[in-house]
């Protein structure tokens, strides 16, 4: 029997997308009644309250924590979590110990972010938060129809659809405050427990939000082609900020140096990168600023320095977009169906190279695995889990969705193993 995800098997999808009980990946069960429910849909067929027949559920949005991973369905928008629930940190969810794709009890979600032991859900009503270290003050019902949200260790960020910036949480990392949430730091860490608007240049309007262990960045002022400008706040002692030199920590955003407009940001614990999308050519499409750590800004292997600007790999042209972000590792998806990863690897996020205590430090983008179906255009189509030593990576793509790297918690979808070096797909 093909795989249904295969490039062989097109011809067994001729009622791709629809739950009709048509044998649509031709194995003698019709779709509506397989026990996997799943057939030709990316995910599964879904009962829809609001019609007489089951929907095609792909997968849309994803998100990874240290061990434990979520994704939010296409038509439905319900949401699915596998790997630990220790800290609490599946919302919805109540599980003893490691679970496979499970569906939530939260419904209708419009994004979702994780870190390292916890997740917040956006629904058209409020953000929430749940797990170890989550802010305190979740749900906040304030944050109705944000259209954004990105947390981290520290704090969370959501975007309005009037544009505006919000977050809560601890102003800053470790002990001192930075501003990361909009507040003076002079005023103190917090934590803030009431999401605060952040302080913009003009009258800038946000589409995007993406937040480190002490500062925050967003997207601003987009384009017809949703190519937007960078804003970034916090701290900036080691260029976090990328304002070509070291500035006092700061609550008010602005821009980041040079004019370039980007297509996809994406920050790690101390460093951010972002790409202008494009698809070849001579221009270098891939700049990053921040700390020079481990290869996590592009081309650079140095430590202890920042890159206070946007600078591109010297390498040249990437032509990757759809960034995602671990603590010490970046990678994006390119045109081919690969994703590339640069920065540090412990744990078999490549898929290169078994776990080593030893990190593999790659200070340019390495291709990954080629994947059927390629990934998603659309959405958040890559996410990266890290914690300690352990780290897994998934991509979105054709609908459905694929994990690889750590699976000490089941993280991977796999049953608990030891490292997944393939990249299968994910079932419920």
């Known amino acids: 029997v093909p795989d249904a995800f295969s490039a062989d098997a097109h011809a067994c999808l001729a009622n791709d997308d629809v739950c009709d009980g048509v044998d649509a990946d031709c194995d003698g069960i019709d779709d509506t009644n397989e026990a996997t429910a799943h057939e030709a849909c990316g995910w599964r067929c879904s009962a829809n309250p609001t019609a007489a027949t089951p929907v095609c559920e792909s997968i849309d949005r994803i998100a990874a924590g240290g061990h434990h991973t979520c994704v939010v369905t296409s038509a439905l928008r319900d949401l699915w979590c596998w790997g630990t629930d220790a800290s609490e940190q599946l919302p919805g969810i109540s599980a003893a110990s490691p679970i496979g794709p499970t569906r939530s009890t939260l419904t209708d979600v419009v994004d979702l972010c994780a870190y390292s032991n916890g997740t917040c859900v956006l629904t058209p009503t409020e953000v929430r938060c749940e797990g170890t270290g989550a802010p305190g003050g979740s749900p906040w019902t304030s944050a109705v129809h944000a259209t954004d949200v990105a947390c981290g260790v520290n704090h969370v960020c959501v975007v309005r659809d009037d544009g505006h910036v919000l977050c809560a949480g601890r102003n800053g990392n470790g002990g001192t405050p930075t501003g990361q949430v909009g507040v ?33 960045c967003a997207m601003v002022d987009a384009d017809v082609d949703s190519n937007s400008r960078v804003v970034c706040w916090g701290a900036n002692d080691v260029g976090e900020l990328g304002r070509t030199t070291a500035t006092t920590m700061t609550e008010v955003a602005d821009f980041v140096a040079g004019s370039l407009r980007f297509k996809s940001l994406a920050a790690s614990a101390l460093a951010a990168c972002a790409s202008t999308g494009s698809d070849g050519g001579a221009t270098p499409d891939v700049f990053c600023w921040g700390y020079r750590d481990a290869g996590v800004v592009i081309g650079q292997s140095v430590a202890t320095m920042g890159v206070f600007a946007p600078t591109a790999d010297p390498v040249g042209v990437h032509s990757l977009h759809a960034l995602a972000a671990g603590p ?81 918690h089941g993280e991977s979808g796999r049953p608990v193993s030891g490292p997944v070096l393939d990249a299968e797909v994910v079932r419920p």
């Open 184 to 216: 003076a730091p002079g005023l103190g860490i917090g934590p803030y427990t009431s999401l605060v608007d952040v302080p913009m240049p003009g009258a800038v309007r946000a589409s995007a939000v993406v937040v480190g262990d002490n500062f925050s």
């Open 328 to 408: 010490r590792l970046f990678c994006g998806s390119d045109p081919m169906g690969f994703v590339n990863c640069w920065g540090s690897q412990v744990s078999g996020e490549f898929a290169l190279v078994p776990r080593s205590s030893t990190p593999v430090v790659h200070v340019t983008p390495v291709r990954v695995l080629p994947l059927a179906g390629g990934i998603a255009t659309t959405g958040n189509p890559l996410a990266i889990g890290f914690t300690g030593s352990d780290g897994h990576l998934c991509v979105v793509g054709g609908g459905v969705v694929r994990c690889w790297g750590s699976n000490g």
